[in-house]
């Protein structure tokens, strides 16, 4: 059993849902309380799970200055403070609960905080997320707990070669805003205090920042009940400001190290309402695509859970220099992508990214099958204001020049690449 971070690209290409998709086989509500909170509900016809999430606009993007780490610092305390009445509880117990189906997660924009239960459980699952929304009780050990954890974790992905190339690459690409980094600073995390981390989450997760949503085999009308009862207590809140935006400091290739294992190259894409991103997401496929065993890089696009760059990543060759190796990965990529646009490419990306972007139908048994995914991308779509079906037809409408331009977002004066391993300064 592990807890998973919802860093996941894959699973969220495959499933998701949308209202078009499912309206002839699954039930939709939604609706706003009057403290803010947005509701959904999707309920299938069959299924033995349902899950529970919280989608707080409220990210990285969102901390205080000089407290990088501060919104991922409320995630833990979320998972992991007790409710009013009850016990605290470790991240081991959580996964010792629910295993792989607890799900949390930090990006720039966002906060998530999902559990996926048997039906059975839904109703309790609802009381407490309601619980931690509006009577959370955070004491000073689990601050101190949760920092601790925090900072391991911060440490672990730094002296991993390969995170530490994606990070690094990513930064150089879409630095975090006002100086921060992903995942937080470990310095700014320790200096945080009870009092400032409260006062942030107390101030801003609230229903007017918040989505929640329920997917899954479950009943409407009950689960409506439920919810209006539950979360009527549950503070407005008000949207965090958000820090000022970096400037890109892509500089082609950075050597981090003395002894490098792992290469990641970094490629910004275009906004979802950019007229370039469904060639960009024809791009996106066709490096996802396999083609055969001579390959030995890795590109993921998350557009949803990391919108904000595709990642190539790959071990360093075995008796190689770092960096010719890193410039034969960017070359074959650039050769990949600067290819003519080929029939049924447009297909092909809508059949890898159309689920998770609402681009595609999904049956309600694949609906009931992975309600955690679905709950998270319907929020996503939502918050990110996401027309898959608008985005479907100017995807199959790319054109070769629209292909070419976003080609050029992976050449050099627009992509990072970062050769990471070793002791890292």
């Known amino acids: 059993m592990r807890v998973s971070a919802m860093y996941v690209s894959l699973a969220l290409c ?4 949308t209202g078009l998709a499912c309206r002839k086989k699954v039930t939709e509500a939604h609706f706003r309380m009057d403290d803010g909170l947005r509701v959904d509900l999707v309920s299938t016809p ?6 529970v999430a919280i989608l707080f606009e409220i990210g990285a993007d969102h901390d205080p200055p000089g407290r990088s780490g501060m919104a991922r610092l409320v995630e833990h305390l979320f998972t992991t403070a007790g409710p ?5 509880r470790t991240i081991e117990e959580v996964a010792g609960q629910y295993g792989h189906d607890f799900h949390a997660r930090t990006g720039a924009d966002y906060t998530l905080y999902a559990i996926e239960a048997p039906a059975g459980r839904l109703m309790a699952e609802i009381d407490d997320a309601a619980l931690r929304m509006s009577r959370l009780t955070v004491v000073e050990s689990d601050l101190t707990r949760e920092k601790k954890r925090l900072v391991a974790e911060v440490a672990a992905a730094e002296k991993d070669a390969a995170s530490a190339a994606m990070n690094r690459a990513a930064e150089a690409v879409r630095p975090t805003r006002g100086a921060g980094l992903r995942g937080g600073i470990a310095s700014q995390i320790e200096a945080m205090t009870l009092d400032e981390v409260e006062a942030f989450r107390l101030a801003h997760y609230g229903g007017l920042t918040a989505r929640l949503i329920v997917a899954g085999h479950f009943d409407l009308d009950e689960a409506t009940k439920r ?12 949207p965090p400001q958000a820090r000022a935006p970096s400037g890109s400091s892509v500089t082609g290739t950075l050597v981090m190290g003395d002894a490098p294992q792992a290469m990641a190259l970094a490629v910004p894409p275009p906004d979802h309402k950019d007229a370039l991103y469904p060639a960009f997401l024809v791009l996106a496929a066709r490096l996802a695509a396999p083609e055969g065993a001579a390959r030995v890089w890795k590109a993921d696009f998350a557009p949803l859970a990391r919108p904000d760059v595709l990642l190539v990543t790959s071990p360093t060759p075995a008796g190689q220099p770092a960096e010719p190796a890193a410039a034969a ?4 990529i650039t050769t990949l992508v600067k290819a003519p646009l080929a029939d049924g490419e447009a297909e092909r990306a809508i059949e890898r990214y159309g689920g998770v ?19 998270f991308a319907a929020g996503r779509r939502a918050q990110l204001g996401i ?10 409408a790319v054109t070769q020049d629209q292909v070419a331009a976003a080609a050029q977002r992976f050449d050099s004066t627009h992509s990072a690449a970062v050769i990471a391993g070793g002791k890292i300064d």
């Open 357 to 375: 972007l609402g681009m595609t139908p999904l049956s309600a048994e694949a609906c009931a099958a992975e309600p955690v995914e679905m709950a």
């Open 329 to 332: 990965m960017r070359a074959e």
């Open 387 to 396: 027309d898959g079906a608008a985005l479907a037809q100017a995807a199959r």
């Open 46 to 51: 069959r299924g033995e799970k349902a899950a």
């Open 227 to 238: 919810i209006r009862r539950a979360f009527a207590d549950v503070p407005g809140g008000k």
């Open 84 to 88: 009013a009445g009850k016990p605290a």
């Open 14 to 17: 495959v499933l998701a849902v």
